[in-house]
């Protein structure tokens, strides 16, 4: 499986931003889908996970109520609708995957390459 992201750039703050992440060859009913995201200097933390073929989610707490994670199986995509952005969202986010039920980034096996959101107050 290999995973693209996209959809990022800058946002004023309070605005909305819609992160993609496409994925291409066999993805297993099992398969579990994350966002990550890695602020200049810090460490790479999570933001919400979806299970590929079932409707449970995850999210972080800095983004419950904010941010929406979900999919569209026929599309083999995970979208992240960010809504009422901070400046402290300022990060490169990643999509990932993996057969974990986890937040733990460790447990994802494949990544995208990233897709730089910028925050302004």
């Known amino acids: 499986v290999q995973l693209q992201a996209s959809g990022g750039g800058l946002v004023q703050a309070a605005g909305s931003l819609r992160l993609s992440c496409a994925a291409s060859?066999?993805?297993?009913?099992?398969?579990?889908m994350g966002w990550f995201r890695q602020a200049p200097g810090k460490e790479r933390e999570f933001v919400a996970l979806?299970?590929?073929?079932?409707?449970?989610?995850a999210y972080a707490d800095s983004v419950k109520g904010r941010f929406t994670i979900s999919r569209d199986n026929a599309k083999n995509t995970v979208y992240l609708q960010m809504n009422s952005l901070k400046p402290e969202d300022t990060a490169v986010y990643y999509c990932?995957?993996?057969?974990?039920?986890?937040?733990?980034?460790?447990?994802?096996?494949?990544w995208g390459q990233g897709t730089l959101v910028t925050v302004s107050s």
């Open positions: 979806i299970r590929w073929s079932r409707d449970s989610t």
């Open positions: 060859g066999r993805i297993f009913s099992s398969y579990v």
């Open positions: 990932a995957g993996g057969t974990q039920f986890s937040s733990d980034w460790k447990t994802y096996i494949r």
